[in-house]
């Protein structure tokens, strides 16, 4: 099940300069997306969300960009700091096919920020 | 800030042994959830609960999984008899709404089958 897609497993990027971490997902059903931050030996930490109404979300230093005809969603992280070096996945939920909120989540990337 | 924790942090149990996971959620929260994640694979979905019963389940959720909210507080996921490819991490979320809202997840509980 591929629902939700997260190619690239990996990203390394200086501090201070842009991080952006991408996602697909082939379900048109999905209206409502998240992406957590997942640190070793813990749990996702929800960072930022969006839903299908909108195209863009903004957060601090975390924006997530929704392309809905592309089936495509980015988190992009300006500027990048060392403490963002985590396992980012990408997440969606489906209000019309499940109304309990299941998430199905991405593979993950692992963002490296260095100093 | 409220959080999600969950206990044990890692448990070991013999193959064909009965395991409870334990979880409490975030106090004002009334949707509740099981994942997975085996090792270098995905996070998986197990089972949404709600209103004290079940609202969903993942084929994963065979008849040797249940899942009970025994008090106000704690949330607990049974593994009746478990096989070697039970071992995986294993994490609780809950959530205000399960439309909208983001879900909140403990650090989750390292379970290991001898």
């Known amino acids: 099940d591929q629902q939700v897609k997260q190619n690239s497993p990996s990203l390394s990027v200086q501090e201070g300069r842009i991080s952006i971490l991408n996602c697909d997902y082939t379900?048109?059903?999905?209206?409502?997306f998240l992406w957590y931050k997942k640190y070793p030996a813990e749990g996702p930490t929800f960072l930022i969300s969006?839903?299908?109404?909108?195209d863009k979300n903004e957060d601090g230093r975390f924006t997530v960009f929704l392309n809905k005809s592309a089936k495509h969603l980015s988190l992009h992280i300006v500027p990048s700091q060392p403490g963002d070096s985590a396992v980012y996945f990408c997440?969606?939920?489906?209000?019309?096919?499940?109304?309990?909120?299941?998430?199905?989540f991405g593979q993950g990337t692992t963002l490296q920020v260095k100093p | 800030e409220p959080e999600v924790t969950q206990t044990p942090s890692h448990q070991v149990t013999q193959m064909g042994q009965e395991v409870i996971l334990r979880c409490v959620p975030i106090?004002?929260?009334?949707?509740f959830y099981w994942y997975r994640q085996i090792l270098g694979q995905k996070v998986e979905f197990l089972v949404s609960?709600?209103?004290?019963?079940?609202?969903?389940k993942s084929e994963i959720f065979d008849d040797q999984f249940s899942v009970e909210r025994p008090d106000g507080s704690n949330f607990t996921l049974k593994i009746r008899s478990t096989k070697l490819e039970d071992s995986a991490m294993y994490f609780c979320?809950?959530?205000?709404?399960?439309?909208?809202?983001?879900?909140?997840f403990g650090d989750g509980t390292r379970l290991s089958i001898l």
């Open positions: 609960f709600y209103n004290n019963e079940i609202s969903e």
């Open positions: 997440a969606a939920s489906a209000r019309v096919s499940s109304n309990t909120g299941k998430l199905i």
């Open positions: 979320a809950s959530t205000a709404q399960a439309l909208g809202q983001p879900q909140h």
């Open positions: 969006i839903s299908s109404i909108k």
């Open positions: 106090s004002n929260h009334l949707y």
């Open positions: 379900n048109s059903m999905f209206d409502y």
